[in-house]
């Protein structure tokens, strides 16, 4: 099972949601793919066990071999290649490694290099968590191919939660596609419903059930609740604006360890999801012998 955290924004308290939930299910695991800026290790605090490289493969040119025949750009379909006639310039960050070049150039005059595009991480909290998250090296255009690498530490035996990056980006997309369910995570602000909005076009777009946890509560801003009402969008957990939470996060203490009837409400959170992604599949069930018969 595995259960993604996004939010339209950065600030809405989602890697605090995210590890609360993995926090309160047994032998779980927590897999970070904010990999510009993770910060599950702040709150989870795991010893980690191992470090290893994730590269990206990008073409060599062998100049002895290389004629500038333009095979190589014609079947770029990103772009990423340009004949100089006297060079072929890479643009890097624009190179999506899909070995295309390599394979249709006549003269083999291609070979793919790795270059590293940051580090995964493995470890373990104290109470069992099993942990992972990307740490992206500054100054790489793109996040995904490390997303990527990361999600496959999913464990399909456990109970997987995985932080999203904030936004609605393609690294969200990729973090969240292919969830059992995602939470997605807001605030009482303007700029809060304003964000979610386009995170729950995403969600439905790419076709992954989702419900709201509203942080930071503010039963004043009304306009939170008449959105979610008027698209019958599930809120699944109201937290509220309380200075004791922020305190505890501050000094990296879980609230949900710092509050029993926080840690009650996140207990009753994963029991609702996980009847849901069990409704969910026995509706999909269902379609398919209909379309069947």
């Known amino acids: 099972m595995t259960i993604s955290v996004a939010s339209g924004k950065g600030g809405t308290g989602k890697t605090t949601v995210a590890a609360s939930l993995a926090s309160v299910i047994p032998q779980s695991v927590y897999i970070d793919c904010d990999v510009e800026e993770p910060n599950g290790h702040l709150m989870l605090q795991p010893k980690f066990a191992s470090e290893e490289s994730v590269n990206k493969l990008l073409p060599k040119i062998d100049y002895d071999k290389c004629d500038f025949c333009g095979k190589c750009i014609e079947v770029c379909e990103f772009n990423a290649l340009i004949n100089l006639k006297f060079e072929i310039l890479l643009f890097e960050e624009m190179c999506h490694s899909c070995g295309a070049c390599e394979y249709f150039c006549p003269q083999n005059a291609i070979t793919e290099i790795p270059k590293e595009l940051g580090k995964l991480r493995s470890g373990i909290t104290a109470n069992g968590i099993k942990f992972y998250d990307g740490l992206l090296n500054i100054g790489e255009a793109t996040a995904v191919p490390l ?47 304003n964000d979610l909005k386009l995170a729950v076009d995403v969600v439905k777009n790419i076709n992954v059930p989702f419900g709201v946890v509203i ?79």
């Open 215 to 293: 942080n930071k509560y503010d039963e004043t801003f009304t306009e939170m609740e008449q959105y979610l009402t008027e698209n019958h969008i599930k809120v699944m957990l109201r937290i509220p604006f309380d200075r004791k939470i922020a305190e505890a996060y501050s000094n990296g203490i879980l609230p949900v360890n710092n509050s029993d009837k926080l840690r009650s409400e996140f207990i009753g959170l994963v029991d609702t999801i996980k009847k849901k992604i069990k409704s969910n599949g026995t509706q999909m069930t269902q379609k398919k012998q209909i379309f069947a018969d």
């Open 147 to 193: 997303i990527k690498r990361v999600k496959e530490k999913i464990d399909n035996k456990s109970i997987n939660i995985i932080d999203s990056p904030p936004g609605t980006s393609c690294s969200m997309v990729e973090t969240v596609k292919n969830s059992d369910f995602c939470l997605l995570v807001t605030e009482s602000t303007p700029f809060g419903l």
